[in-house]
Antibody
Framework: QVQLVESGGGLVKPGGSLRLSCAAS????????MSWIRQAPGKGLEWISY????????NYADSVRGRFTISRDNAKISVYLQMNSLRAEDTAMYYC???????????????WGQGTLVTVSS | DIQMTQSPSSLSASVGDRVTITCRAS??????LAWYQQKPGKVPKLLIY???TLQSGVPSRFSGSGSGTDFTLTISSLQPEDVATYYC?????????FGQGTKVEIK
Protein backbone atom coordinates (compact mmCIF):
# COMPACT_ATOMS: atom_id res chain seq x y z
CA GLN A 1 0.00 0.00 0.00
CA VAL A 2 1.00 3.62 -0.48
CA GLN A 3 3.15 4.94 2.35
CA LEU A 4 4.78 8.32 2.87
CA VAL A 5 7.10 8.83 5.83
CA GLU A 6 8.46 12.26 6.68
CA SER A 7 11.56 12.90 8.77
CA GLY A 8 13.98 15.67 9.62
CA GLY A 9 11.85 17.93 11.77
CA GLY A 10 13.02 19.39 15.03
CA LEU A 11 13.85 22.53 16.95
CA VAL A 12 15.85 25.20 15.12
CA LYS A 13 16.75 28.80 15.90
CA PRO A 14 15.41 31.70 13.83
CA GLY A 15 17.58 32.16 10.76
CA GLY A 16 18.60 28.52 10.81
CA SER A 17 18.13 25.75 8.27
CA LEU A 18 16.53 22.33 8.20
CA ARG A 19 16.09 19.66 5.54
CA LEU A 20 12.97 17.54 5.56
CA SER A 21 12.74 14.17 3.81
CA CYS A 22 9.77 12.14 2.67
CA ALA A 23 10.33 8.49 1.82
CA ALA A 24 7.72 6.93 -0.44
CA SER A 25 6.71 3.33 -1.08
CA UNK A 26 3.89 1.31 -2.57
CA UNK A 27 3.47 3.19 -5.87
CA UNK A 28 5.43 4.22 -8.94
CA UNK A 29 7.06 7.29 -7.40
CA UNK A 30 8.55 8.66 -10.61
CA UNK A 31 5.06 8.89 -12.16
CA UNK A 32 3.76 11.46 -9.68
CA UNK A 33 4.15 15.06 -8.69
CA MET A 34 4.70 15.49 -4.95
CA SER A 35 3.63 18.32 -2.65
CA TRP A 36 4.52 19.67 0.77
CA ILE A 37 1.78 21.12 2.98
CA ARG A 38 2.12 22.61 6.44
CA GLN A 39 -0.16 23.34 9.36
CA ALA A 40 0.76 25.78 12.10
CA PRO A 41 -0.49 24.89 15.60
CA GLY A 42 -4.25 25.43 15.78
CA LYS A 43 -4.38 26.78 12.21
CA GLY A 44 -5.51 25.60 8.81
CA LEU A 45 -3.70 23.82 5.99
CA GLU A 46 -1.24 25.73 3.83
CA TRP A 47 0.09 24.27 0.58
CA ILE A 48 3.70 25.34 0.22
CA SER A 49 5.32 23.58 -2.74
CA TYR A 50 5.12 20.95 -5.44
CA UNK A 51 7.62 19.25 -7.72
CA UNK A 52 6.95 17.50 -11.00
CA UNK A 53 7.64 13.82 -11.56
CA UNK A 54 11.00 14.47 -13.19
CA UNK A 55 11.92 17.34 -10.90
CA UNK A 56 12.08 19.85 -13.72
CA UNK A 57 9.07 21.88 -12.58
CA UNK A 58 8.66 23.36 -9.11
CA ASN A 59 6.29 25.86 -7.60
CA TYR A 60 6.08 27.60 -4.24
CA ALA A 61 3.72 29.59 -2.07
CA ASP A 62 4.70 33.24 -1.74
CA SER A 63 5.30 32.72 1.99
CA VAL A 64 8.29 30.40 1.34
CA ARG A 65 9.51 31.33 -2.14
CA GLY A 66 13.22 32.18 -2.07
CA ARG A 67 13.75 30.48 1.30
CA PHE A 68 12.58 26.90 0.70
CA THR A 69 13.68 24.52 -2.06
CA ILE A 70 11.91 21.33 -3.03
CA SER A 71 13.79 18.50 -4.71
CA ARG A 72 13.46 14.79 -5.34
CA ASP A 73 15.57 11.73 -5.99
CA ASN A 74 13.58 9.15 -7.95
CA ALA A 75 16.30 6.54 -7.44
CA LYS A 76 15.96 6.96 -3.67
CA ILE A 77 12.14 7.29 -3.94
CA SER A 78 12.23 10.42 -1.84
CA VAL A 79 11.26 14.07 -1.92
CA TYR A 80 12.97 16.76 0.11
CA LEU A 81 12.32 20.25 1.43
CA GLN A 82 15.34 22.41 2.18
CA MET A 83 14.27 25.21 4.50
CA ASN A 84 16.57 28.19 5.00
CA SER A 85 16.23 31.51 6.83
CA LEU A 86 13.62 29.98 9.10
CA ARG A 87 11.25 32.23 11.01
CA ALA A 88 9.00 31.71 14.01
CA GLU A 89 6.00 31.69 11.68
CA ASP A 90 7.41 28.61 9.91
CA THR A 91 6.65 26.59 13.05
CA ALA A 92 4.25 23.89 11.88
CA MET A 93 3.62 20.26 11.16
CA TYR A 94 4.94 19.55 7.67
CA TYR A 95 3.25 16.92 5.53
CA CYS A 96 4.24 15.47 2.19
CA UNK A 97 1.50 14.23 -0.10
CA UNK A 98 1.16 12.48 -3.43
CA UNK A 99 0.02 14.91 -6.09
CA UNK A 100 -1.04 14.53 -9.71
CA UNK A 101 0.10 11.67 -11.95
CA UNK A 102 1.91 12.29 -15.23
CA UNK A 103 -0.78 10.30 -17.05
CA UNK A 104 -4.50 10.40 -16.41
CA UNK A 105 -6.55 12.62 -14.17
CA UNK A 106 -5.38 14.01 -10.89
CA UNK A 107 -7.00 12.77 -7.71
CA UNK A 108 -5.74 15.83 -5.82
CA UNK A 109 -3.63 15.00 -2.74
CA UNK A 110 -4.76 11.43 -2.27
CA UNK A 111 -2.12 10.13 0.14
CA TRP A 112 -0.47 11.99 3.03
CA GLY A 113 2.32 11.16 5.40
CA GLN A 114 2.01 11.44 9.17
CA GLY A 115 3.95 14.69 9.24
CA THR A 116 7.11 15.97 10.89
CA LEU A 117 7.08 18.85 13.36
CA VAL A 118 9.28 21.89 12.84
CA THR A 119 9.67 24.36 15.68
CA VAL A 120 11.51 27.63 15.12
CA SER A 121 12.39 29.24 18.42
CA SER A 122 15.35 30.76 20.20
CA ASP B 1 -3.44 33.76 -7.10
CA ILE B 2 -6.75 31.99 -6.66
CA GLN B 3 -8.38 32.51 -3.26
CA MET B 4 -10.66 29.88 -1.74
CA THR B 5 -13.36 31.06 0.68
CA GLN B 6 -15.34 28.60 2.78
CA SER B 7 -18.51 29.22 4.73
CA PRO B 8 -19.44 28.89 7.44
CA SER B 9 -16.22 28.80 9.47
CA SER B 10 -17.94 26.58 12.01
CA LEU B 11 -21.28 24.90 12.54
CA SER B 12 -23.07 22.83 15.12
CA ALA B 13 -25.73 20.34 14.06
CA SER B 14 -27.59 17.37 15.49
CA VAL B 15 -26.97 13.74 14.63
CA GLY B 16 -28.97 12.92 11.51
CA ASP B 17 -29.05 16.49 10.23
CA ARG B 18 -28.16 17.43 6.68
CA VAL B 19 -25.05 19.62 6.68
CA THR B 20 -23.86 21.82 3.83
CA ILE B 21 -20.52 23.59 3.51
CA THR B 22 -19.78 25.96 0.64
CA CYS B 23 -16.51 26.90 -1.03
CA ARG B 24 -16.04 29.73 -3.49
CA ALA B 25 -13.04 30.19 -5.75
CA SER B 26 -11.97 33.68 -6.81
CA UNK B 27 -11.53 32.44 -10.40
CA UNK B 28 -12.92 29.63 -12.53
CA UNK B 29 -11.19 26.37 -11.52
CA UNK B 30 -13.46 24.08 -13.60
CA UNK B 31 -13.93 20.98 -11.44
CA UNK B 32 -10.42 20.91 -9.93
CA LEU B 33 -11.78 21.06 -6.42
CA ALA B 34 -11.06 18.64 -3.58
CA TRP B 35 -12.50 18.27 -0.09
CA TYR B 36 -10.51 16.96 2.87
CA GLN B 37 -11.55 15.90 6.35
CA GLN B 38 -9.24 16.38 9.31
CA LYS B 39 -10.28 14.86 12.61
CA PRO B 40 -8.70 16.28 15.78
CA GLY B 41 -5.06 15.25 16.06
CA LYS B 42 -5.15 13.33 12.78
CA VAL B 43 -3.75 13.63 9.28
CA PRO B 44 -6.03 15.20 6.64
CA LYS B 45 -7.89 12.67 4.54
CA LEU B 46 -9.13 13.12 0.97
CA LEU B 47 -12.93 12.82 0.78
CA ILE B 48 -13.83 14.10 -2.68
CA TYR B 49 -11.91 15.08 -5.81
CA UNK B 50 -12.96 16.48 -9.16
CA UNK B 51 -15.66 18.35 -7.21
CA UNK B 52 -17.98 15.36 -6.95
CA THR B 53 -16.04 12.06 -7.10
CA LEU B 54 -16.00 10.18 -3.82
CA GLN B 55 -12.59 8.82 -2.83
CA SER B 56 -12.58 5.05 -2.33
CA GLY B 57 -13.81 4.02 1.12
CA VAL B 58 -15.57 7.29 1.93
CA PRO B 59 -19.16 6.82 3.18
CA SER B 60 -21.89 7.63 0.69
CA ARG B 61 -23.45 10.20 3.03
CA PHE B 62 -20.74 12.56 1.78
CA SER B 63 -21.29 14.22 -1.57
CA GLY B 64 -19.88 17.14 -3.51
CA SER B 65 -21.19 19.34 -6.26
CA GLY B 66 -20.38 22.44 -8.26
CA SER B 67 -18.07 23.68 -10.97
CA GLY B 68 -16.44 26.91 -11.99
CA THR B 69 -16.34 29.01 -8.83
CA ASP B 70 -19.03 27.64 -6.51
CA PHE B 71 -18.85 24.28 -4.77
CA THR B 72 -20.67 22.44 -2.02
CA LEU B 73 -19.88 19.58 0.35
CA THR B 74 -22.95 17.88 1.81
CA ILE B 75 -23.23 15.37 4.62
CA SER B 76 -26.69 13.88 4.18
CA SER B 77 -27.03 12.54 7.72
CA LEU B 78 -24.47 13.80 10.22
CA GLN B 79 -22.84 11.10 12.37
CA PRO B 80 -20.78 11.51 15.55
CA GLU B 81 -17.66 10.31 13.70
CA ASP B 82 -18.00 13.23 11.26
CA VAL B 83 -16.81 15.71 13.88
CA ALA B 84 -13.85 17.28 12.09
CA THR B 85 -12.62 20.29 10.21
CA TYR B 86 -13.30 20.23 6.47
CA TYR B 87 -11.14 21.97 3.89
CA CYS B 88 -11.65 22.65 0.22
CA UNK B 89 -8.67 22.96 -2.12
CA UNK B 90 -8.07 24.24 -5.61
CA UNK B 91 -5.77 21.95 -7.55
CA UNK B 92 -6.30 23.51 -10.96
CA UNK B 93 -3.09 25.46 -10.74
CA UNK B 94 -0.39 26.64 -8.36
CA UNK B 95 -0.58 27.76 -5.67
CA UNK B 96 -2.85 24.86 -4.74
CA UNK B 97 -4.69 26.94 -2.14
CA PHE B 98 -6.86 25.59 0.64
CA GLY B 99 -9.92 27.22 2.09
CA GLN B 100 -9.69 28.34 5.70
CA GLY B 101 -11.63 25.33 6.98
CA THR B 102 -15.06 24.62 8.45
CA LYS B 103 -15.25 23.07 11.89
CA VAL B 104 -18.22 20.72 12.30
CA GLU B 105 -19.47 19.85 15.78
CA ILE B 106 -22.39 17.89 17.20
CA LYS B 107 -25.09 19.88 18.97
Amino acid sequence: QVQLVESGGGLVKPGGSLRLSCAASGFSFSDYYMSWIRQAPGKGLEWISYISSSGSITNYADSVRGRFTISRDNAKISVYLQMNSLRAEDTAMYYCARDEPIRGYSNALDYWGQGTLVTVSS
Amino acid sequence: DIQMTQSPSSLSASVGDRVTITCRASQDISNYLAWYQQKPGKVPKLLIYAASTLQSGVPSRFSGSGSGTDFTLTISSLQPEDVATYYCQNYNSAPRTFGQGTKVEIK
